[in-house]
């Protein structure tokens, strides 16, 4: 009884008077609040200490700062000194390395275990972000450097302590666990607090945990969501769905109709088919759109087959020709995940040239951490863009286009480049001086007059960019596929239409994004198929005159330009042409494809 006595005794004495424990506890903490303030939050000082005053993220950071510092209390003598030395200087360079990449990609994940090579074109980008003022994150490691050699004999008598490590892992791993119970599970924090629920963003993950708690929790997701290994059975069931997926018929006009054509891909947020060839007091919503359908050929039912993932699965279907997870997120929930049946990789082994570009920041829905594996050459985000409208989610699209024209024009030919905008995305907020739509008194100040606004604004934007297109001569043999994300006013406020005075039928759609693929050397038409993202890739391929078994075998969508499957699969729920037998099926094509994910079955399965 003696001996634990005194063993919590001198645990109480390292506790209170160790003071280069607690001075290297609390440095770390400081800088992960100045990483938050500058790179995370854009809070000034202020609001950022209103911030941490009222909630408990400070804690969260506190907690998982201890967890590490703890780790000096298992070394005896100035082997203690020199653990909290090497633990400060590690945690410094990694957020001197996170503020680097955060400037170089707008992302946050910081360290390249979510891939299985080295990334030397995204370290060296980072490390080009470099500048000496980060060196203040290490002024304090120094001082404790100077402080251990001038004091080398202070120390001697320094005992490891094990029960001190234990209490203050303890007592951290404990609050985080209350913390999760508290805030994730019964929902009990502020305004949109959360631990280590799903987010969108990894920006939002930052905001719970910090930067070291965000490190270990990355890393802690990858290990957790290693593939999983299929049965024999499992993996029949899988060949036996791709087989019964194959549709051999005999070529038609459309196969190789645009070969050899540039391709961009003009990925526009939340644009739906409800405001093509529709007016308003008399005016069209999307002249310019509509005036390209006279040389497009135009898919009027197509219907987006994302989940949660919303954005990011589109990029992840028409790339990878994969349906996303039906629970979850499939760019943060499958970080092990290789895709090398990926579209740019079969473009590039037919002599393409591929460049993604997103005007939104690279965080956003962990977008830059997954667009390198698909096989892209260059991936680009909101930080590479020239910006001067003020935007929260990026760049505007009469700022981001015009760039992106300018970007393509240098590529080598031919190329495949995809262009993302972001100007449409809910709740639809313009600035006053680009909303060009008069509209009647029913539709100001409300939901689906500010969408007809933004959809205005954006069809705008896409005139200019056709025409500084043809300006730089890119035109004559350049393919563009005009395509939404997903739904807009459908998918998030249906029930604000139905308040809105005198309203028209047509606003009660069904949610549809439209396919338009222009050429300006192609004569117009409409393709009544129903189909999703999912049947993108192996539409293109088709038009594009590639055949390549080896990639197109592991698609899960169709040709929507030579099909018998007159019918889109949304979740489990089918539109279209099909029977029992087809809804019975599709229903287990989904089952197989979320095994397809958690078993990273392509990567295991593609013939290099």
Known sequence: MNKVKEIFNNTKVNLRYDIIFWFTTLMILIKQIVFFKLYVSGYSWQMTFLYFGKRTEWIVYL???????????????????????????????????????????????????????????????????????????????????????????????????????????????????????????????????????????????????????????????????????????????????????EENFHKNFYFGKLRGNNIIMLQLESFETLVLNQKVNGVEITPNLNKLLKNSIYFDNIYPNNNFGVSSDCDFMIHTGLYPNRTGQTFFDHPNNRYPNSLPFLLKENGYSTAAYHSDKGYMWNMYEN??????????????????????????????????????????????????????????????????????????????????????????????????LEDLNLLDNTTILIYGDHGGIHRYHNDDLKKIESPKDWWFSDEKIPLIVYNKNISGEVNHTYGGQIDFYPTLT???????????????GKNLFNTKNNYVNVNGKLYGEFNEEINASEKKVLDLNELILRSNYINKNFVR
């Open 63 to 245: 907690c998982y700062t201890l967890l590490l510092t703890s780790i000096g209390y298992l070394f005896s003598k100035s082997r203690r000194i020199i653990s909290l030395l090497v633990i400060n200087l590690l945690t410094s360079i990694y957020i001197i390395w996170s503020i680097m990449k955060c400037v170089a990609t707008s992302s946050y994940f910081s360290l390249p275990i979510a891939y299985d090579y080295v990334p030397w074109d995204m370290i060296n980008t980072i490390l080009s972000k470099f500048n000496f003022k980060y060196l203040v994150f290490i002024a304090d490691v120094v001082i404790i450097a100077l402080f251990l050699i001038l004091t080398k004999n202070r120390y001697k008598n320094c005992k490891r302590s094990i029960c001190s490590f234990v209490i203050i892992a303890a007592l951290s791993s404990s609050y985080l666990g209350y913390a999760h119970y508290k805030l994730d599970k019964k929902e009990k924090g502020g305004y949109s607090q959360s631990v280590y629920v799903d987010s969108w963003t990894d920006g939002d993950r930052h905001y719970a945990l910090g930067v070291i708690g965000h490190g270990i929790t990355k890393i802690y997701n990858s290990i957790k969501t290693k593939p999983i290994d299929l049965s024999n059975e499992q993996n029949t069931d899988i060949s036996n769905m791709y087989k019964k997926k």
């Open 371 to 468: 667009l390198p594996k698909f096989g892209f050459d260059e991936v680009s985000q909101s930080g590479d863009y020239t910006k001067e409208e003020p935007f929260n989610f990026g760049v505007v699209d009469h700022e981001f286009l015009p760039q992106v024209a300018d970007k393509v024009s240098k590529m080598p030919k031919p190329f495949y480049a995809l262009s993302v905008t972001v100007s449409g995305h809910s709740p639809f907020r313009l600035n006053e001086k680009y909303k060009e739509l008069n509209l009647p008194d029913n539709l100001k100040d409300n939901i689906i007059g500010d969408f007809f606004q933004v959809s205005r604004y954006t069809d705008t934007a896409i005139g200019n960019f056709i025409k500084k």
């Open 542 to 556: 088709y038009l594009l005159g590639i055949e390549n078994e080896k990639y197109t075998k592991f698609n899960m």
